[in-house]
């Protein structure tokens, strides 16, 4: 059974910090599977915020984000991060973590097969 648990997200001021995790489990890793951050605000769509390749590492980033968010994973933990800094108030939304067998630079939701249950990030002015 595929399992993906998010934490880190909380309170945070703009121009502040958050790290979040993903802990994978159930998953059969192949060449092609991606990780991947996605977001979601009230009353707006769920959007592609980050992914990255399990095996090689190569990672792509939403440019609403690019240059203050980044993406890794560590292999031996299962465990995929989203560091965001310089958080705005309009980075508020929960984040999921999602995996899936999809190449590399897929950005549509509807595209990856496992979800998390999702962490809050608030950012306040």
Do not use: H
């Amino acid at each position: 059974q595929v399992q993906l648990v998010e934490s880190g997200g909380g309170l945070v001021q703009a121009g502040g910090s958050l790290m979040l995790s993903c802990v994978a489990s159930g998953l059969t890793f192949r060449r092609s599977y991606t990780m991947g951050w996605f977001r979601q605000a009230p009353g707006k769509e769920r959007e592609f915020v980050a992914g990255i390749m399990w095996y090689g590492g190569n990672s792509y980033t939403a440019d609403s984000v690019k240059g203050r968010f980044s993406i890794s994973r560590d292999n031996a933990k299962s465990t995929v991060y989203l560091q965001m800094n310089s958080l705005k108030l309009e980075d508020t939304a929960v984040y999921y973590c999602a995996a899936g067998n999809v190449a590399y630079g897929t950005r549509r939701a509807a595209d990856f097969g496992s979800w998390g249950q999702g962490t809050q990030v608030t950012v306040s002015s």
